[in-house]
């Protein structure tokens, strides 16, 4: 059974600062790994996808690493602004069971002006 | 449209109320999914639906839960005699064959905050 860990559950960090979010899945059967943000009472934004066969994507100051074989990933934000708080969440998508997206609890990011 | 839409954005049952929740997916996408958002960012799966046909419904609660997506209508979500633990968040997702087969991810609803008193 797929499960996605996501550490920490909740961090505080100055303006400016870069961060690094952590997202662990034990079956390293996947598809894909998808980081998404969501806003207080918003839905989910997509932020970055990764193939099975890919290590890793960058959007912008966002960048997200896989490693398939340790069943990690990273997302890593670069000069952090108070626009960036928000909850992220890492997802993987299973090899099999119908397309079905497993979730992390998410990492509630707080960035101080 | 270019987006899922999701209604109501808000809904409140009392205990023991029916709730029906509903879903528009992008125009062209044959793929439709459910998940449920409990406290604390848990998601979790519901049912997804492949057309009118139900593709996987492993999630689903065997009773008061039940979905469609019928042709020409918004795909839906009902649930009998809602109860307290149902309040959450149901974010609906669609996606193309293509999106799929390519390894795309799907594009999410902003989702219906059910609450029920």
């Known amino acids: 059974k797929q499960e996605v860990t996501q550490i920490p559950a909740a961090l505080s960090v100055p303006e400016g600062e870069n961060l690094v979010l952590n997202c662990s899945f034990t079956d390293s059967a996947i598809y894909n790994l998808q980081w998404f943000r969501q806003d207080p009472g918003k839905g989910l934004t997509s932020l970055l996808l990764?193939?099975?066969?890919?290590r890793e994507q960058t959007s912008g100051r966002l960048n997200a690493s896989l490693d398939k074989s340790s069943g990690r990933s990273t997302l890593y934000i670069a000069a952090s602004q108070p626009g960036d708080s928000a909850t992220y969440l890492c997802?993987?998508?299973?090899?099999?069971?119908?397309?079905?997206?497993?979730f992390g609890a998410g990492t509630r990011l707080f960035v101080k002006a | 449209g270019e987006e899922v839409a999701q209604t109501p954005k808000h809904l409140v049952r009392g205990e023991g109320q029916k709730a029906k929740l509903y879903c528009a997916p992008i125009k062209g996408h044959s793929y439709v999914f459910w998940y449920q958002q409990v406290l604390k960012n848990e998601f979790k799966f519901l049912i997804s639906f492949q057309n009118e046909n139900v593709f996987d419904e492993t999630g689903m609660p065997k009773e008061r839960f039940s979905a469609k997506c019928l042709p020409n209508s918004p795909c839906s979500l009902e649930i009998q005699a809602t109860k307290l633990e149902d309040s959450a968040v149901y974010f609906c997702?669609?996606?193309?064959?293509?999106?799929?087969?390519?390894?795309?991810?799907?594009?999410f609803g902003s989702g219906t905050r059910l609450t029920v008193v």
């Open positions: 997802a993987v998508r299973r090899r099999t069971g119908g397309f079905k997206t497993i």
């Open positions: 997702a669609s996606s193309s064959p293509g999106q799929l087969l390519l390894n795309y991810g799907y594009t």
């Open positions: 990764i193939q099975s066969s890919q």
